[in-house]
T-cell receptor, first 113, second 111 residues
């Protein structure tokens, strides 16, 4: 069964710290991987999309890396801020006309001022 | 450009009642999806539509029906609501298998 695991489930850090969120997937034949942010009671906001042929993608203070062969991705957040507090979700697609996403359960991040 | 919109935002139903959740996208995407999000379970696919006129079951389709009304709209119907269908429902669209865009969600409680 294709599964996505995110570790840790929750993380609390002081403001200004650099941090890494982890995502692993059981079937390495992914088409792409997407990182989302979800604020409490809100929808999902796409942060970064990495195609299977790419090793990393960057957007501002965020950097996502992909090691397809080992079934792992990391989301690096530099100089964390209280506004970064949210749940971060990792999801993979196996392509094709279906293209649906398989989600991890998320990492709840709290950045303390 | 509204992206993906969903109505209603909140709904409370009694067991056995029916309702339809509406979803529309203005990005001209071919593919649309319905997911549900439950505590401790993550998001799971209910149904998807790869193109106008086609629909297929996802991981958890029991108790639901869908209609792809046109390219813009994809509705989810609960014919006889059950407490197990209490959840947050998200609609998404994409030009599969590329980046997916999500709506704000519908929070449904079945009593």
């Amino acid at each position: 069964k294709q599964e996505v695991t995110q570790i840790p489930a929750a993380l609390s850090v002081p403001e200004g710290e650099n941090l890494v969120l982890n995502c692993s997937f059981t079937d390495s034949a992914i088409y792409n991987l997407q990182w989302f942010r979800q604020d409490p009671g809100k929808g999902l906001t796409s942060l970064l999309l990495i195609q299977s042929s790419q090793r990393e993608q960057t957007s501002g203070r965020l950097n996502a890396s992909l090691d397809k062969s080992s079934g792992r991705s990391t989301l690096y957040i530099a100089a964390s801020q209280p506004g970064d507090s949210a749940t971060y979700l990792c999801a993979v697609s196996y392509g094709g006309s279906q293209g649906n996403l398989i989600f991890g359960k998320g990492t709840k991040l709290s950045v303390k001022p | 450009n509204a992206g993906v919109t969903q109505t209603p935002k909140f709904q409370v139903l009694k067991t056995g009642q029916s309702m339809t959740l509406q979803c529309a996208q203005d990005m001209n995407h071919n593919s649309m999806y319905w997911y549900r999000q439950d505590p401790g379970m993550g998001l799971r696919l209910i149904y998807y539509s790869a193109s106008e006129g086609t629909t297929d079951k996802g991981e958890v389709p029991n108790g639901y029906n869908v209609s792809r009304l046109n390219k813009r709209e994809f509705s989810l119907r609960l014919e006889s609501a059950a407490p197990s269908q209490t959840s947050v429902y998200f609609c998404a669209s994409s030009e599969a298998p590329y980046e997916q865009y999500f709506g704000p969600g519908t929070r449904l409680t079945v009593t």
